[in-house]
């Protein structure tokens, strides 16, 4: 069945380091989506890709989705200690499934 | 969001009983979903609903069931709770088209339930 794999589990950086958190589906996917949790919070939706090798930006964000439709990564320029929270990629084909997230944590 | 509410927001309960969650939203959406989030486990579906006269199993449907009551309002139900049950559990509610088969999520805040 459709699986959909996110790595890292947890990712320690200093404030200001980059950050990327990789999606990878097992199938083609139709669309991706992005969600961020806050600890405490629920999922909240940041972005959808739809389009192959599609590259959309949101402020210090960059999301792109593969030219295969298989895989996605978010990108986090300069992180702030706002950004930490978990991120959570989507893939969208029979069904949609939530990858297991990413942990950002980030020190000052 | 205050668009999408769940019932209770804590719950503590015993091997055996009955429980049931409520979800209610105001976006007008047809679809409504439910999630199971456990440490590490992500989210996973246990089952959705695209319109009143719908109802599909998810992942982990096992042990669950569900009610759609009316577009609005969508209830999952533990018919006999047990321990590993224990977990955060979201309602979700999505508006269909956009040319893709799934769109924005909009989640409730939640009901941690713990079964003793």
């Known amino acids: 069945g459709q699986q959909v794999m996110q790595i890292p589990q947890y990712q320690h950086v200093q404030e200001g380091e980059d950050f990327t958190t990789y999606c990878n589906s097992s199938?083609?996917?139709?669309?991706i989506q992005w969600y961020k949790q806050r600890p405490g919070g629920h999922p909240v939706f940041l972005i959808q890709?739809?389009?192959?090798?599609e590259v959309k930006k949101q402020k210090r964000l960059t999301f792109q989705f593969g030219e295969a439709k298989k895989n996605s990564s978010l990108h986090i320029t300069a992180t702030q200690t706002t950004d930490v929270g978990t991120y959570f990629c989507?893939?969208?084909?029979?069904?949609?499934?939530f990858g297991k997230g990413t942990t950002l944590s980030v020190s000052s | 969001d205050a668009d999408v509410t769940q019932t209770p927001r804590n719950r503590i309960t015993k091997t055996g009983k009955r429980i049931m969650l409520e979800c209610s939203q105001t976006?007008?959406?047809?679809?409504m979903y439910w999630y199971r989030q456990d440490p590490g486990l992500g989210l996973r579906l246990i089952y959705y609903s695209f319109d009143v006269k719908d109802i599909n199993k998810g992942e982990i449907s096992d042990g669950y069931s569900v009610s759609r009551q009316a577009q609005a309002k969508f209830s999952l139900s533990l018919e006999s709770a047990i321990p590993n049950q224990t977990a955060l559990y979201f309602c979700?509610?999505?508006?269909?088209?956009?040319?893709?088969?799934?769109?924005?999520?909009?989640f409730g805040p939640g009901t941690r339930l713990t079964v003793l």
């Open positions: 976006k007008g959406h047809d679809r």
């Open positions: 989507a893939g969208a084909g029979t069904a949609l499934i």
């Open positions: 199938t083609t996917l139709s669309n």
């Open positions: 890709l739809v389009k192959s090798g």
């Open positions: 979700a509610t999505s508006d269909p088209g956009g040319g893709v088969p799934y769109n924005e999520q909009f």
